[in-house]
Every structure is written in structure tokens, then in C-alpha cells.
């Protein structure tokens, strides 16, 4: 069965920095892609970032540019958040992601419906 687990998540002053990780056990199905997703109550599910697995393309929200890095681990299949200089307004829960149908455009990667298997979410709370 597939599963991805995450976690990394906690709460955070503003400025903070924290590092969220996915792992997927995927079985026989080759990741394609990953990406992190965040939801914040009230509020629609939001993309974050996104990679290729092989590095190319690699996709970020505008909110979130110079402060996230998204990295893969592919001999572990994992996929990693590093979020720095935090803000209130990262407060969600963050949810990974996995794509195991091929590309037909790169871009695929910044929707959600896109996804085959995502995380049990974790997290995030920005707050002084």
C-alpha cells in the first residue's frame, strides 16, 4: 500500500525556521514527482512547492520564494521542506504529495488534483 509520512512539524516563533519530511513507501510505482501543500483553517488548500525528481522544474508559491527550499532524497524517496524566516501567515497544516503518472507538462506539479497519494498533513504554527 502506498503511504507517505510526514513530519517536522511544531510550532515556531516568527523568524523561525523548521524543516518538514516525507517519506513515501510507494511499492512498485515510480515518483514522478513531489510537492508540499498547505491548508490553513478557512482557507483553500494552497500550493507550496513542488520538483520533478530529477530537480527539473522546480516550482514555488510567490509567498513563500527565498524563504522555502524544496529537496528529494531519492534513495530514500523522500521528499524535504526547509521553511526559513517564518511568518504567521505559513501557519497550516502542510500536506506532501506524490505523482506517479508521467508528465505531460512540468506545471502539472503546482495542482493538487494532479496528486495520486498524499500525507496524513502536519503542523505548521507560526506564532510569539
Known amino acids: 500500500q502506498v503511504q507517505l509520512a510526514e513530519s517536522g512539524g511544531g510550532l515556531v516563533q516568527p523568524g523561525g525556521s523548521l524543516r518538514l519530511s516525507c517519506a513515501a513507501s510507494?511499492?512498485?510505482?515510480?515518483?514522478?514527482?513531489m510537492g508540499w501543500f498547505r491548508q490553513a483553517p478557512g482557507k483553500e488548500r494552497e500550493f507550496v512547492a513542488a520538483?520533478?525528481?530529477?530537480?527539473?522544474?522546480?516550482y514555488y508559491t510567490d509567498s513563500v520564494k527565498g524563504r522555502f527550499t524544496i529537496s528529494m532524497d531519492n534513495a530514500k524517496n523522500t521528499v524535504y521542506l526547509q521553511m526559513n524566516r517564518l511568518k504567521s501567515e505559513d501557519t497550516a497544516t502542510y500536506y506532501c504529495?506524490?505523482?506517479?503518472?508521467?508528465?505531460?507538462?512540468?506545471?502539472?506539479?503546482?495542482?493538487?488534483?494532479?496528486?495520486?497519494?498524499w500525507g496524513q498533513g502536519t503542523q505548521v504554527t507560526v506564532s510569539s
Open positions: 504529495a506524490l505523482r506517479v503518472a508521467p508528465l505531460t507538462l512540468g506545471t502539472q506539479l503546482k495542482y493538487d488534483y494532479y496528486y495520486n497519494f
Open positions: 510507494s511499492g512498485t510505482l515510480t515518483t514522478v514527482g
Open positions: 520538483m520533478h525528481r530529477s530537480g527539473d522544474p522546480t
